[in-house]
Structures are given as C-alpha cells and as structure tokens.
C-alpha cells in the first residue's frame, strides 16, 4: 500500500498539487488518480473501515471493479455524486484487511474532460469512517412499526425461516443506493415481528450473478449433508441467464456458505424465486419455481436439496397471464369451519395486478407431492384470485417453519409502478405488516385466502385514544381527532353494519387539505379506498387511484381493522377476509376521522382509537 499521506506531501512540494486541488485528491487514506475522462482509481487500505461513496439519487450508476491481489472481488453499481451529493453509503473494507484495494471507477458517459472529470462531487466527498454513522434524514415517512431497511432500496421479502424464537426476515436489497441494483439478501430479525434489528447482508453476488429472491428451511434431518438443523437457502443466480443455487448456515443463518457445486438448477428460460419445503407425507422436498416469462410456475421435488427432478408445471392459461409470474410460495391450510384442508399456490404477477402493476394472485386446489390442481369454478373455470385489494402488497411469500402452525407471511408495500419514484430517498421502501394466512368459504362457496394482522401486532397498542360504543352518522360526517403523538400513528376499530344497501365514508384528513376516502358499500358488498388526494401523489401517474375491494360478506356487516403508520395505510376487514394495502404521503399526519352514511341508517359501533408505540 502506498503511503498516500507521504505521496501527497511530496507532489505538494514539488509545486505539482495546488492547495485547492490538494484537499479535492483525496481524504486521509485514499489516494485518487485520474486515468482518463471516465476512468478513475482509487486505492485504500482493506481493514476495518468503511468507504462512504457520495450518492446521487437521479444520474447513472457508475461500475465499480472491486480489485483485490491483481483480481476482480466484486462489480458494484453507484451512483456516484456528479453534481451534488443526496446521501452517503458505506462500502465495508473488512474483507480485505491487510491488502490494497483498488476501486476501478467508470463513470458514466457526460463528461468532456479529464479536468471537468475531477470536480465530480463524489472524489471530494469520499471519505473513510468506522463506525459509519447513517443519519435519519426522512423521518416524515419512516414507519415506526413496518420494517424497512435503515438505507439503500429493498424490494421483495425472502428466505424467511423462524428458528428459536426468532423471526429472520431476508429481502432483496441494494446496499449502494436507493434503486433497484446489486441485488444482496439484507437481513433484519425479530423477536416479535414488530421491532427489527438489521443485520450484516446474508448473501452478497457472486460470479454467477446478483442474488435474487428465494426461500430458506431448516433442514432438520440433514438431508443435504450440511448437519442436521441447519439452515439451507435456495436462491436464483441472476447473471447472464437466471439459475437456482443453494447456500448454507451453520449459525443461525446470519453467515450463509454457497455451495461449490453451483448452480443446482439450471434451465433453457427464465427461472427464478425458488421457494421449497419438506412434504411430510412423500418425504421429499418439494419446490415451486416461476417460469416468469411463461407465465406458470414449475414443481420439483428432491430428496437432499441439491439434485432436483422436474415433476410438473401449472399455470399456462390461468388466472392473470398480463405480467411475469414471480416469487411463488405452496402451503396447506385448513379451510375456517369446515374440517377441510385445501393448498394455496401463491403466484406474484407483474404487471397484471387489479389495480395496475404488481399483485398477489393465488390459486386454491390440491397437491399431491408432484402436481398442483387448481379448484373450479361453477362454470368450470379456474377463477383468479387476489390476496389484497390494495395497491402495494407485492412478492408476499410466508416464514419456514413458524411457530404453532402458523401460516404467517409478509410482502413488499410498494408497486414496480411506482417504487423506484416514492418520496423518499435514504430508503426505499417498507414491508407490509406481518399477516396469518387463512383460508375460508365465500359467498359464491368458493374458497378464498384471508390474510390477518399477526396477534403480535396488538402488543404495539398505547394509549386508548378514542372508544364509542355506537356512533350515530348520518349524511353529515361526525368527526374524531387522531391521536397526535408519534406522528398520528395509530389502529383504528369499527363494526359498520350497512344493512341491505348503506354506503357508508370513512375520512382520514389533515389540515394541509389531504384525504383519505373509505367507502363501504353494503349494497354491492364493496370497499374502496380513494388515495387520489392523499397528500403527495404526482409522482407517478400510476399512484393516484382508487382501489376496490370485495368484502366477501352477504349480511352488510364488517370489522375493519385500520392502521395508519405514516406513509401506509392497512385496511383488514371481517379478520382478514377482506385487505387492502395502500401507500400514501400525506404532507402532515392524518389528524381527523370522519364517518358518515348516506342514507343515515348505518349501524356504526364499537369504534376505538389506539396510538401505536413500539416496545
Ligand atoms: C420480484 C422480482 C423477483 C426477482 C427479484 C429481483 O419483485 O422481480 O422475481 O427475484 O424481484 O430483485
């Protein structure tokens, strides 16, 4: 390694450096040379330390060769800062104690000389920390009790598996800036589901490629050879073409090893999401993969988690074919008061959703180990199916191995449409609540999936703002204040009893003039969600919408379970039968309920306001 320190000095001395240009080389430890309009190296010293890279939120990436002892250790993209910088992301030296590292920098193509090359904010901004201390810039749309990642830009849930009473909770994640890039596995854990505590990336990309999404177990008798209980992930390898490769963790899964026998599956199209799980009736492992482009999903089944034999493909011609088929997930579940048990094929689709961009479709039927057959209609057809009504619930797949049977699963709260587009820059975005799946018998005698808030989440309950045994609201709305601490975080409940044909308006408002429109429509057994002046919205086209839920009820009664935790809005209705997930950016909380009837005859009972806190 040189020393940076002695070869500055000694190129100010010979009347090379300017001071103005000395203080732009470099800070303390790095050294930055110019190669030419759009290459740039700069050396340091591997250790424990992080290099803050300056980042700009709209410009291009910039490819970053990570070169150790003469070789490639990584590529990584960053928009490194041209003008100015929006916020700073750590790359960790750790690695690489005790060598040189080299960053082999190419920007992107805009500059015309070498000299307009050097002002490039970012050379001045580099600096080398340890601790890195990440600043909460965006605190307005934080969510207190939704996990997100601390920085950087998150989209799908996946890998989770609980073990020893602790939730893990991978997801698809780009440490260096908050777009979708260099795909990791972030890491964050729980003890109950609703405080996270971020742990160091699982997964990092390789030379297969980035780490796409996929599933983790604990594979209890040791099936794979790696011991009995250890932690097996499947994930693809998105390099050229898509693969499925297999990792393994002997420490709880914070520490992943990749399996030198890579990849396990590979095929002639796109591939990827592998989700897989122990069938305790074939013994053998069985696993779902999306075939995305052919819109189906493809069904595996192995004895040891590495060699996989293709048994069959459902899909072709079903339920939505207007997107890619994504991230699915298989599971069985007793069906609510009927002593049957039926499966849930989950199929992610983007585009496609009810509303436009991505969204949970599911079909219900039978598995047999090796075929899935999706029930029917009473004209025979497969109907499709959507888990939630809402906008930005996307990529939900559910934890290996919970507790008590439980069925508990999570999703992405952010639409492709739009994701990438969200007011806010340090982070991009947040999980949905955890959720129970379930299954029951609709109106129609089909079965659906409901999906209910996890009973941990009561735990976050505070104060009892608001509590009315029965509301009277007629065509003129009647008003409750939210309560005003945390930011108007807070769980709203209500029975509404519509009779044969109310409509009934439930408001959210501020005083900045931002909405929110609920509407129950008992008639038509409907609910929507109107967040077209929900406060920041012309981000996207796409965001300003109403959605529209069935509400899967025949006698004009619901339970609605609301919460409100700053940029999300979370509709459960009748314990999950009935969701909508919504994205909103109010540009001040929410501070008023309103409730109104249009015939004035609702029944409107048992409303209670409880602000939210974390533990
Ligand atoms: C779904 C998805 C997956 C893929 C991942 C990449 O949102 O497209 O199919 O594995 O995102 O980040």
Redesign the pocket.
């Known amino acids: 390694m040189t020393n940076i320190k002695r070869f500055i000095t000694a190129m100010a001395a010979m009347g090379i450096l300017t001071s103005a240009s000395l203080q732009a080389a470099a800070a303390d430890g790095l050294e930055i040379n110019h190669l030419g309009v759009n290459n740039t190296l700069v050396r340091v010293e591997g250790g424990d330390q992080f290099l803050m890279l300056p980042v700009q939120e709209n410009i291009d990436d910039a490819r970053i060769n990570v070169l150790v002892d003469g070789k490639i250790a990584e590529t990584i993209y960053v928009r490194l800062a041209k003008s100015k910088t929006d916020f700073m992301v750590p790359y960790d030296l750790s690695p690489y104690k005790g060598k040189e590292v080299i960053l082999d920098i190419v920007t992107p193509q805009g500059r015309s000389s070498v000299r307009e090359a050097k002002e490039d904010a970012c050379w001045k901004g580099m600096e080398l920390v340890d601790p890195f201390v990440m600043p909460d810039t965006e605190k307005k749309y934080r969510p207190l009790f939704h996990h997100a990642p601390l920085y950087g830009w998150m ?2 849930p ?1 890998g989770m598996f609980y073990k020893d009473g602790v939730w893990h909770l991978y997801y ?1 994640y780009n440490p260096y800036g908050s777009k ?1 890039q260099n ?1 990791t596995w972030g890491h964050s854990t729980s003890t109950d589901l609703i405080n996270w505590e971020h742990q160091p990336e699982a997964i990092r990309p390789d030379g297969l490629g980035s780490i ?3 599933s983790s177990v604990i594979d209890h008798e040791g099936t794979a050879g790696f011991g009995k209980d250890a932690v097996v992930a499947l994930y ?1 390898s ?1 390099g050229t073409s898509q693969m499925q490769s297999l990792a393994h963790s002997l420490d709880g899964g914070r520490t992943f090893v990749k399996y030198p026998g890579n990849p396990v599956i590979t095929l002639e199209s796109e591939a ?2 592998p989700n897989m799980f122990w069938n305790d009736v074939t013994k053998e492992w069985n696993l779902v993969l ?1 075939h ?1 482009l052919d819109h189906e999903m493809l069904f595996f089944t192995s004895p040891d988690l590495k060699t996989w034999t293709l048994q069959s493909a459902f899909g072709k011609g079903e339920g939505s074919q207007d997107g ?1 088929w ?2 699915p997930d298989l599971f069985k579940l007793p069906v609510d008061g009927t002593g049957e048990e039926k499966w849930v094929l989950i199929c ?1 689709i ?1 585009p496609g959703g009810p509303f436009g961009g ?1 969204a949970v479709q599911y079909f219900v039927g039978d598995w047999d180990g090796k075929t899935f057959k999706a029930d029917t209609d009473a004209e025979g057809k497969v109907p499709t199916k959507w888990l939630d009504y809402g906008k930005d619930n ?2 939900l797949v559910s934890w290996s191995d919970a507790p008590d049977g439980r069925r508990t699963a999570i999703g ?1 709260m952010s639409n ?1 449409q739009y994701a990438a587009d969200v007011p806010t820059m340090q982070f991009r975005s947040a999980n949905t609540l955890p959720r129970e799946i379930g299954l029951f018998k609709g109106p129609d005698g089909q079965i659906y999936a409901s999906s209910a808030p996890s009973p941990e989440l009561t735990a976050m309950r505070g104060r009892l703002a608001l509590s009315k045994g029965s509301v009277k609201a007629g065509k003129n709305p009647v008003s409750f204040a939210l309560p005003s601490e945390n930011s108007g975080i807070c769980e709203i409940l209500l029975d509404i009893d519509g009779g044969s044909k109310e409509d009934v308006t439930l408001t959210l408002s501020n005083k900045a003039g931002n909405k929110v429109d609920m509407v129950y429509d008992a008639g038509k057994h409907t609910m929507s969600f109107d967040r077209r002046e929900s406060g920041i919205v012309d981000f996207s086209e796409n965001f300003p919408v109403v959605t529209v839920s069935p509400t899967f009820e025949s006698n004009g009664r619901i339970s609605l379970r609301i919460f409100i935790d700053r940029a999300s809005i979370e509709v459960f209705g009748n314990g999950g039968e009935f969701v909508m997930t919504n994205l909103v950016f109010p540009t001040e909380p929410y501070s008023t309920l309103s409730v109104s009837s249009l015939g004035g005859k609702a029944k409107i009972s048992n409303l209670k306001i409880y602000s939210l806190k974390q533990s």
């Open positions: 989209n799908d996946n698809q979708w795909m796409f999404s996929g693809t998105a990827r999401d999306a995305a890619v994504e991230c992610n983007n991505s996307y990529a992405w492709w």
